[in-house]
């Protein structure tokens, strides 16, 4: 893998209904998780004929007016578009803070009310990737973990909304709460070496240090008709397809100094594809990344 990795591209309205499609990282936790039922309503609604020529340049317009290039902020501004454009749901408050005596207890991602069946409905939000470590599930910047993550969500974000300040703010805009809802959509990445070789399998995400990566991944194949490229964190969402504006095929052959360069400022997501879709996704780590992610883990208990 080459230095000029080249960098690949999003796809907006493709990482829009991945989210509308996609199922929760941790469905066994309790959690009040949105019901299959009501995901399939929204992605049925964006996805039907001619509903992509319609509603993709008022979106690109929605995220260009974003100047945050966080990625909790960027899947909040697409939730955000659907609960405007779709018929079933009128927005009625989003990142609501939650303050008494000067101090805030918290924030409600988005308020809105569902017009089947007029509930008012507080939904909590995150978008969520992490890679395994025994028996943790850790950000790839270890500063997060997943099962932290789910406890904060059920005994802090969730009751904060029940509450009687947030009771009180929201009756003063005439709002209350039926129902809440929670969404944690994501990746989870497991060791690549606890993965099939010699390739891991569509579906397969894998984390994995640049000496396991070469193991399982001497060479490009399919004479050149397949290629590595890095994703930023706006394109973490969507299964990535070959785009020839990318770049040219990079091999996974390089000199380790030009590779590990690729590492200086922690884990890059990657992934390879060829025409007919995106064939693995993994992060590449550094090499003591897995040191310093097991040293994180009685600081964050």
Known sequence: MSAQLPIATPDHWDNFLWMLNTTDIAPEYPLPWLPQTRRQALAEYFSAPGVRAQFEAPLLETLQQCTSHRLGIYFEQLW??????????????????????????????????????????????ALKFYLQIDEYWVGPGLKDRLDIKLQRMRDHQLPV????????????????????????????????????????????YWWADLATF????????????????????????????????????????????????????????????????????????????????????????
């Open 80 to 125: 955000g578009f659907a609960f405007t454009h779709h018929p079933d749901y009128t927005l009625l408050a989003r990142n609501l803070p939650i303050r008494a005596e000067g101090k805030t207890l918290g924030e409600l991602d988005f308020v809105v009310r569902h017009h089947p069946d007029s509930a008012v409905e507080h939904w909590e939000l």
């Open 161 to 204: 909304a029940l509450g009687d300040t947030a009771s009180a703010i929201l009756r003063n805009q005439g709002i209350q709460l039926d129902r809440q809802w929670a969404l944690m959509p994501g990746r989870l990445f497991r060791p690549l070496a606890s993965l099939p070789a010699p390739d891991p399998r569509p579906g397969d």
């Open 214 to 301: 070469r193991a399982y991944f001497p060479t490009a194949r399919r004479d050149n008709l397949d290629t590595w490229c890095q994703l930023p964190k706006s394109c973490w969402l969507a299964p990535y397809p070959m785009r020839m504006a990318d770049g040219v095929p990079a091999s996974t052959e390089a000199e380790p100094e030009l590779s590990e360069a690729l590492l200086s400022r922690g884990p890059i997501c990657v992934a390879r594809t060829a025409p007919e879709g995106e064939l693995s996704r993994g992060f590449l780590v550094p090499a003591d990344w897995r040191v310093r992610a097991l040293a994180s883990i009685p600081c964050q208990t």
